[in-house]
């Protein structure tokens, strides 16, 4: 299973970019998927996740500010960020849930998800 992410890039604060993660098996559409993200000197976060439903769930820090979506007929999940602040300054990288979730939102905890793309860098600039 490969996840491929795009569309991360350099923008001034309050600027937008959309993400994008492309997945190799259409099988991963059933499953939940999510956005994590990095910045040196700290560790993982969760920013959001979606069902297959497309039931979305998205940490405090970028509520009203990002939207998580998906589209299963193109393998493909989406992460559509605005306002952008230097805090958001980070490795995006989206993750996929192999198996089934029994729960009405996706879960945030990173041992959740077993496949991982290699993530594409956001750099925010004040």
């Known amino acids: 299973v490969q996840l491929v992410e795009s569309g991360g890039g350099s923008v001034q604060a309050g600027g937008s970019l959309r993400l994008s993660c492309a997945a190799s098996?259409?099988?991963?559409?059933?499953?939940?998927m999510g956005w994590f993200r990095q910045s040196p000197g700290k560790e993982r976060e969760w920013v959001a996740a979606i069902t297959r439903f497309s039931t979305a769930t998205l940490a405090d820090s970028v509520e009203g500010r990002f939207i998580i979506s998906r589209d299963n007929g193109k393998n493909t999940l989406y992460l559509q960020m605005h306002s952008l602040t230097v805090e958001d300054l980070a490795m995006y990288v989206c993750a996929a849930r192999g198996s089934p979730w029994m729960s009405a939102t996706c879960p945030a905890e990173p041992d959740q998800y077993m496949s991982w793309g290699q993530g594409t860098q956001v750099n925010v600039s004040s």
């Open positions: 098996e259409y099988t991963l559409s059933r499953y939940c």
